[in-house]
Every structure is written in C-alpha cells, then in structure tokens.
C-alpha cells in the first residue's frame, strides 16, 4: 500500500489492549497515523505490525510508563514536537481497587499520577499546537465511576482514589472545552461503564458473567460523539436529558452557593 505522508496523526496512550487498541484500530482504518503508548512492548510492536499490514497507516511504537517522571516527559516531548498532531488519546489506566485504608502508597501515587498528572501534561504539551494551527482534539477516558462517589461499595468496587481521579479528568475536560471555543479544537470526555476487556481480570476479578460493552463500542460512540462536538459521552446512556438536567444541577448549585452569606443551618444558634 501507498503512504500519504499528509495524513493526521493519532497519539493513543495505553495503546496495547482493551479500549486503547480499539481505538488505535479504528484510528487507522480513519486514515490517521497512529503513535501507540503503553508498557508492553510486545503487545505494542503486534498492534502495529497488524495495523501496517491491514491499513495504509504509518504506526511508530513508544514504549513508557506513564507513572514514571522520566518516560512521561519524553512522551511529552514527543507529543509537543508533533506537528501532524491532530488528536490525542489520554487512556491509559488501571483500577488499583481495594479500601483505602488499604491500598499501599505507591499504588496511590500510580493512579494520582496515570489518571491526574499524565493526562495534564499530555495535554498541556498537546494544545499549544493545536491552537496555533487551529485544529486538533483531545479525548480523556475517564468511567462512569466518576459519578459513583456518593454510592457505596456494594455493588460498586473501592474505589476512592481511582473514582476521585476519573472525576478530575471529567471536571478538567469541562472545564478546558469551554476555554478552547472558538480555537477549532475540541476536548471530550468519555464515561463508559463495564468494558469488555482485560482491565478486571488483572486485577483478579471474574466479570465473565456480567453484561459489558465491547471496547469497539466504545470508541464508536467517543468518536461519533467527538464529531457531533459532544464534551461529554456517555456510551450506553440513551436518554440525555439526564446528563442535561446533572448539568443543569451543577449550575443551580453555584449559582445559589456563590454567595458571601453563611447558610442558616451553619450559623450559630441555628439547630
């Protein structure tokens, strides 16, 4: 096959299985190129081996771990030097379920820094670029689990911290696509729930018997949302009026909070 070298470029993190993949996949039959980002390099190296063979896309392999300080800034380096950038894919991640009071330190630290710190940096190397070209986009996959903070751990999984961080990433892509209207670039969140995938299995948890979404799913409805310039998607919700009304309640909050009065049930004296 013949290469177009005016292709768009893809940076997908977390690229060697799951959702990551599928979207690398779908990416290149798209007609991007695709940089691929993950730990396992040789489950990086057989995606894109598979998708040069199947496509016309040129497919480079990074190999870095995101919680390291180190790789992360050469990621970032690399992604700030593209100029072919057009979309980048903040992925990576994993649960690092158990009860807080549990959890070791340093896995706490991996999620603040796979889920927080990366997609910050990945992005904040990303937009100067895409900017200044006005054109390019981001999409953060965060969890329907970024909504589950006031439900208890059964059914649900502790999760505190990795919640908590899926929040951040919801909160941080609100937030950054009302500074970007008008650049011609776009950030989205995505908030799928229970993936086809090995994302439960590492963590030593059977999910054989329950529903799930494949990750193809997935990603067709991330990108059909990105297109219809949607900032959040929620895959399997279908009645989006409820996204609108958890919207509509985040305003009435602020706007009925942001006073500088002390609320009665807090004054002193007040039962």
Do not use: W
């Amino acid at each position: 096959m013949s290469r177009s070298r005016s292709r768009p470029r893809a940076l997908v993190t977390g690229a060697s299985s799951g959702i990551g993949a599928a979207y690398a996949e779908r990416l290149a039959r798209d007609g991007y190129d695709v940089v691929l980002v993950a730990r396992r390099r040789e489950r990086l190296e057989e995606l894109a081996e598979q998708l040069r063979r199947e496509t016309d896309t040129h497919a480079e392999v990074m190999v870095a771990d995101l919680t390291n300080a180190g790789a992360l800034a050469q990621v970032e380096a690399r992604v700030a030097g593209d100029e072919a950038l057009a979309l980048l894919v903040n992925n990576a991640g994993f649960g690092g379920y158990r009860p807080f009071t549990m959890v070791e330190p340093e896995v706490v630290d991996d999620l603040v820094n796979i889920h927080i710190r990366a997609v910050a940096r990945l992005t904040r190397a990303a937009l100067p670029g895409m900017v200044h070209r006005g054109a390019g986009g981001v999409i953060n996959v965060a969890s329907l689990l970024a909504l589950s903070g006031p439900m208890p751990p059964n059914p649900f999984p502790h999760r505190a911290t990795y919640a908590g961080a899926k929040a951040f990433m919801v909160t941080f892509s609100q937030a950054l696509a009302g500074e970007l209207v008008g650049t011609g670039v776009s950030v989205q969140v995505c908030l799928p729930g229970l993936v086809a995938t090995e994302f439960h299995t590492v963590q030593g948890i059977d999910m054989s018997q329950r529903p799930r979404m494949t990750a193809d799913d997935v990603v067709a409805a991330s990108l059909a949302a990105f297109a219809r310039g949607e900032v959040t998607c929620i895959p399997a919700l279908e009645d989006t009026s409820l996204l609108e009304r958890l919207t509509e309640s985040q305003r009435t909050v602020l706007a009925c909070a942001f006073i500088p009065t002390l609320a009665r049930r807090y004054q002193s004296g007040t039962a």
